[in-house]
């Protein structure tokens, strides 16, 4: 059902310089959107809901939450494109929220531990390569 837009799409990212790994990105999230689609009663582009496309993004409830994000900027780069083409009115992907991606905690080494590396090292050197002079 989307393959001919979903074709012209990939064309417009290319023109506009997307990366090569962003174009593998929609190329793979589009080809799950149509497939998702053709399971589900939609006759066109036109007649996709708001409603469909959260659920295609739920659907996929084992993805990680990067992969789910990536759906989300791909749904919101194909509807814009379609408005931009007239093919649609509105964009109705862009009400569609980005997940929330916690911030990892970096882990460092505590003083002690920083330590016991430098003298580990410092054992198993026969000569001194740097000294500091006062």
Known sequence: MLEKHATG????????SFSRKSIDSLTSTLKSLDSYFDSRPVDSHQAITYRQLADFIAFFISYSIHKKK????CLHQF???LVTTKQI???????????KIERTVPLFLTASEFNRIIEHF??????VLWTSEI
């Open 9 to 16: 799409f990939l064309t417009y990212c290319t023109t506009a």
């Open 70 to 73: 990536a759906r989300v900027w």
């Open 79 to 81: 509807f814009h494109y």
């Open 89 to 99: 009115k509105e964009n109705i992907a862009l009400g569609l929220p980005y997940p």
């Open 122 to 127: 410092c054992r198993r050197t026969e000569t």
